[in-house]
């Protein structure tokens, strides 16, 4: 599968992002019940991932990585979509749940709000999945996806917490 050479500005990027991106507000669309940490605790006597992190929010978020790929791969006649709808999906939501490990080791509740881990953890673990796949994307207009991603993780979560999706506003 060659992906190299796919995404060189700022559009292109968008595009590739685009799974990760659903993947990670899917799971606050339908959420989940089964603690993927399944209620354990850490050696520091924290919970792994804590309750916020769930089996059907993971599956969730891989699927719709992958249903946004399979939607560019249409649109696009280009069937690497597919693989970087998968790359995304699972990506953001190893990113996600890596965060939240970090998060709970560094003594926050599930919930609390940590500033660019929350909005961005999911982008870093994906960008770091494109990379070792050969995706060759531009240093600048990666930051200015991180950026673009910052300010609508932002926005969404304030929609989705009006829309009563979530409980806080972050
Ligand atoms: N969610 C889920 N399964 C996942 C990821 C998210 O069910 N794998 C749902 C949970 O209901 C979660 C919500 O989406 O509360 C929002 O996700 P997120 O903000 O990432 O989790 P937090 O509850 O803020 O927990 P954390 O402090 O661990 O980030
Ligand atoms: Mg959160």
């Not at 891989?62 to 939607?71: D, R, S």
């Amino acid at each position: 599968m060659d992906v190299s050479g796919l995404a060189w500005n700022y559009v292109d990027l968008l595009v590739i992002f685009l799974p990760a991106m659903v993947a990670n507000g899917a799971p606050v669309i339908f959420k989940g019940k089964t603690p993927l940490d399944g209620g354990k605790k850490f050696i520091d006597g924290k919970r792994v991932f804590g309750d916020g992190k769930t089996v059907e929010g993971f599956l969730i978020g891989v699927l719709a990585g992958l249903i946004i790929g399979l939607f560019e791969a249409l649109v696009t006649f280009n069937n690497n979509f597919l693989y970087i709808g998968l790359l995304g999906g699972l990506g953001a939501m190893l990113g996600d749940v890596a965060g939240s490990f970090l998060k709970r080791r560094m003594g926050y509740e599930r919930g609390e709000p940590l500033l660019f881990a929350d909005q961005l953890d999911f982008a870093l673990c994906t960008t770091l999945f494109y990379y070792l796949s050969g995706v060759e994307m531009n240093l600048y207009a990666l930051l200015l996806i991180y950026l673009t991603i910052f300010v609508l993780h932002i926005g969404t979560n304030r929609i989705a917490y009006n829309l009563k999706l979530k409980d806080v506003p972050y």
